[in-house]
């Protein structure tokens, strides 16, 4: 079981990106999908989930209404939308796979964890 998260990059103030994970070695689409993101310093925090079969999404106070989470379960792969980007996302995200449950913002009950992209924006 592999999920390969790509996307990152340095983008300015204002700006966006689209973060994708795909995963193999498996078929995810019972399970919910969700993105982490870690800043230096800083602990692991959750930014959103998609359940199984994106009925159910959750979203951090912190990026709603400026981040889109989506799943393409015919390509195995979950999307990051990050649009108005702050400084403040500035964190390497980890994409992640739950084998139980709607979707959780809780990393510990992830199975699962991609290696991680790294997002720069600068002000």
């Known amino acids: 079981v592999q999920l390969q998260a790509s996307g990152g990059g340095l983008v300015q103030a204002g700006g966006s990106l689209r973060l994708s994970c795909a995963a193999s070695g498996h078929t995810f689409s019972g399970y919910a999908m969700g993105w982490f993101r870690q800043a230096p310093g800083k602990e692991r925090e959750f930014v959103a989930v998609?359940?199984?079969?994106?009925?159910?999404?959750n979203y951090a106070d912190s990026v709603k209404g400026r981040f889109t989470i989506s799943r393409d379960n015919a390509k195995n792969t979950v999307y990051l939308q990050m649009n108005s980007l702050k400084p403040e996302d500035t964190a390497i995200y980890y994409c992640a796979v739950a084998r139980y449950g709607l979707g959780s913002r809780s990393w510990r009950d992830y199975d699962y964890w991609g290696q991680g992209t790294l997002v720069t924006v600068s002000s």
């Open positions: 998609i359940s199984g079969m994106g009925g159910s999404l």
